[in-house]
């Protein structure tokens, strides 16, 4: 289950990399990771969590929910159970921008937490990270 939490940590990383912050990037560098000004992010996570683990995961979240949303740069954090598979989640946040996602990735309650999703998920999340197109300046 330690995949789970490296898939999260590298998930971060390559939403890192990609905000530039306005440096010139280099010519092998993609040109959208240029044009980006510090971008708000709204990441998705699904999670899949083993039957008989359920509620152990979702009595732990509700920790890291209220902890996230007091975080400086966090815009909403949510949680989504889905009702034909109740061992299906979704998680959907939205941070100011990708310094407050780096700091939430940091912060002891999502430590924590990644522990508990390691000893209850049945496979690896699926995540996905975006930038917001409004922050993004024109080319």
């Known amino acids: 289950m330690k995949k789970i939490i490296l898939f999260f940590c590298v998930t971060a990383l390559v939403a890192a990399c ?14 959208a990771c240029c ?3 510090d971008p708000k992010k709204l990441i998705s996570a699904r999670v899949f969590i083993k039957p008989e683990k359920v509620e152990e995961f979702i009595e ?3 920790s890291l929910i209220e902890q996230s949303r007091a975080e400086e740069g966090n815009v909403s954090y949510s949680l989504f159970q889905d009702p034909a598979d109740p061992s299906k ?5 939205e941070w100011k921008n990708q310094a407050a996602v780096d700091a939430h990735f940091a912060t002891a309650h999502f430590k924590t937490f990644g522990e508990t999703l390691n000893a209850c998920a049945s496979s690896p999340a699926d995540i996905t990270v975006y930038d ?8």
């Open 18 to 31: 990609c905000n530039q912050g306005g440096k010139t990037c280099g010519k092998d560098e993609k040109k």
């Open 35 to 37: 044009s980006s000004v």
């Open 60 to 62: 732990a979240t509700r």
């Open 89 to 93: 989640f979704l998680f959907f946040e």
């Open 132 to 139: 917001s197109v409004a922050e993004k300046k024109a080319e």
